[in-house]
């Protein structure tokens, strides 16, 4: 019998939120919350389960284009939460690190998001990776300019750059995404990680985030494990 397979690297686009809220006669803002509820138990769960990096799509560059009312409220969580669960990643051996610009984020965002991930720095049970004010292709973008840049300060020799080192200049240093999962039933990858999901196998289950829970996890690592990776290469 084939090994369960277990994907070193799994990214999530937390979609659904809203609707979620909306079903049940709530404000946009307690699908947020609910969301947030789901996210920590299941970060946990997947790190748990062997499982050494997980990326999660927490606000995009696009999203603040929402009401305002909205994107305070979201912002407002982002504090709380970096600063209430610090213990709580000490505790589970979690290192938290960001991907995003730091502009136009309020500062004590900013500080929130500096805050816990200095302190979970050297924590060794896996890598969460928290997208924020994040967009796939200014990810590039910024990565062009310091590759540029480094060119002209001769720390780089032009030829040596390859598809394994280019990663050195993404907002996070971390291996390519071997598992991408969206929720909600939309079947897009909106801007997630365009370098890293190059090889990876999708999912797109019909619930919504906060509902995708432990089980709803475990269920979609079967599917992972039905699929037959290849790289390009011919089926043998
Ligand atoms: C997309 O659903 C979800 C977001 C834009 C926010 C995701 C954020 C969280 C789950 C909270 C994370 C919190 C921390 C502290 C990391 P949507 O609102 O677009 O849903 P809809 O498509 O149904 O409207």
Known sequence: MNEYKIPNHVGIIMDGNGRWATKRGLKRSAGHSAGYKTLKKL????????????????????????DTEEVNYLMNLFVSKFKEEKDFFMKKNIKVVFSGLKEPLRSDVWESMQEISKMTKDNTGGT?????????????????????????????????????????????????????????????????????????????????????NEKEFDIALDVYNKRDRRFGAIKK
């Open 128 to 212: 969460f990776n928290i997208l924020l004010n994040y967009g796939g292709q200014s990810e590039i973008v910024e990565a062009a300019k310091k590759i540029v840049k480094d060119v002209i300060d001769k720390k780089l020799n032009i030829n040596e750059l390859n598809t394994e080192n280019f990663n050195k200049y993404l907002f996070q240093d971390l291996p390519p995404i071997d598992f991408m999962i969206r929720t909600s039933g939309e079947v897009r990858i909106s801007n997630f990680m365009l370098y890293q999901v190059a090889y990876a196998e999708m999912y797109f289950p019909k619930v919504y985030f906060p509902d995708f």
């Open 43 to 66: 970060a946990v769960h997947i790190l748990n389960k062997g499982v050494k990096y997980l990326s999660v799509y927490a606000f995009s560059t696009e999203n603040f284009k929402r």
